[in-house]
């Protein structure tokens, strides 16, 4: 019996059958002894036994009592403040049950307190890290208004600055839509909208969105695959994820090199690798370039070696484009070498073959 688990509600069982067996054997004893006044002694005794179960029950809802003052004593200090509060349940039974059970509700709820304290940390670091961010573009923009402002006569010099005021704009806008699209992902507020989809045709409408960039910089985007393979995926953010691989593959090439897209199925996954010929990452930062706004410690020393493209950067790329992996419950790996180039390569399941 599960009741009898609890030591103290065994020793009151024990206690009370002990009581009624040491009265009945009294009542026995006199009865046999003194027969004339039996009806007496199983009196005193019936008296005897029930006082002791009384004085027994006391002391032992006395005892409950205590515990239960003390379980909301810490249900009390717990509310006021105090996380380290927790009801005593080392004993066995259905009420220390209980208390392990609003024990574990304790450790949950500290633990949502901790991820939501940890939550608003990271807005007050990014909007700390944002601000960071445009102040550069910001600072340009504003210099090269100013030079416009002068009404420079040199047209080809008037050209330049447009150029690079709309370079600045490109920067800011893309950094503000990037952080849009990763706080909905951190906040659950997108649904994924999945069906099959032709890897292909997605892979083709990347290499469509990135063909004006690679001609003026003089660099190749290829694909290979296979035109049939499908993916049970969100069309839009998944070739959001792709075209963030591709751009940060721009970014760190030089004009000549190449980038492909290649995509494969095996029995249980579909797999999709960005890779390009380009400059590569250094060994030390691959840990850390899925991080938001992560800025790599080692840049390249050599201006000639450097890309055509802008490659600053805004660090929210690459954890935008893991996101939405995860997010269609993929995975993504990277390798890389310096001035040898670099492979992101992602992983999805297929569902129909787990």
Not at 134 to 152: C, D, F, H, R, V
Not at 154 to 183: H, Y
Request: contains cysteine; proline residues 3%.
């Amino acid at each position: 019996m599960k009741i009898l688990v609890n030591r103290k509600i065994k020793g009151l069982f024990i206690r009370i059958l002990l009581a009624l067996i040491f009265f009945t054997l009294i009542s026995v004893v006199c009865t046999f002894l003194l027969p004339g006044h039996a009806a007496l002694y199983v009196l005193l005794s019936c008296t005897g036994a029930g006082l002791s179960i009384l004085v027994f029950l006391y002391l032992y809802f006395r005892e409950q009592d205590r515990i239960m003052e003390e379980a909301a004593a810490q249900i009390r200090d717990y509310l006021s403040g105090d996380t380290d509060a927790r009801i005593s349940c080392d004993e066995e039974g259905g009420l220390y049950r209980l208390f392990h059970e609003v024990n574990s509700l304790v450790s949950i709820l500290n633990a949502h307190a901790e991820n939501e304290k940890r939550a608003k940390l990271f807005l007050k670091d990014t909007i700390s890290d944002i601000s960071h961010q445009l102040k550069t573009p910001l600072a340009s923009l504003n210099i090269y208004n100013g030079i416009l402002q002068e009404e420079t006569a040199d047209a080809a010099e008037l050209r330049e600055f447009t150029e690079l005021s709309e370079q600045e704009l490109d920067r800011i806008e893309n950094l503000v839509q990037n952080l849009l699209k990763i706080t909905r992902l951190d906040a659950g507020t997108i649904l994924f909208e999945k069906a099959d989809e032709n890897v292909s045709d997605m892979m083709y409408s990347v290499k469509k969105h990135f063909s004006w960039r690679a001609e003026q910089e003089g660099k190749t985007l290829s694909l290979s695959g296979d035109e049939t393979i499908t993916l049970f995926c969100d069309r839009t953010w998944l070739m959001e994820a792709v075209s963030n691989l591709v751009k940060n593959a721009f970014d760190h090439t030089r004009k000549g090199c190449t980038i492909r897209i290649e995509w494969r199925a095996f029995a249980s996954i579909v797999q999709i690798v960005v890779r390009d010929d380009g400059s590569g990452i250094h060994p030390e930062d691959l840990p850390h370039i899925f991080k938001r706004f992560y800025r790599s410690r080692f840049p390249l020393n050599d201006s000639a070696d450097r890309p055509s493209a802008d490659a600053q950067g805004i660090g929210l790329g690459l954890p935008l484009a893991k996101a939405v992996v995860e997010a269609h419950n993929g995975t993504i790996e990277v390798d890389s070498e310096p001035g040898a180039g670099t492979a992101f390569t992602l992983n999805f399941l297929i569902p129909a073959k787990l």
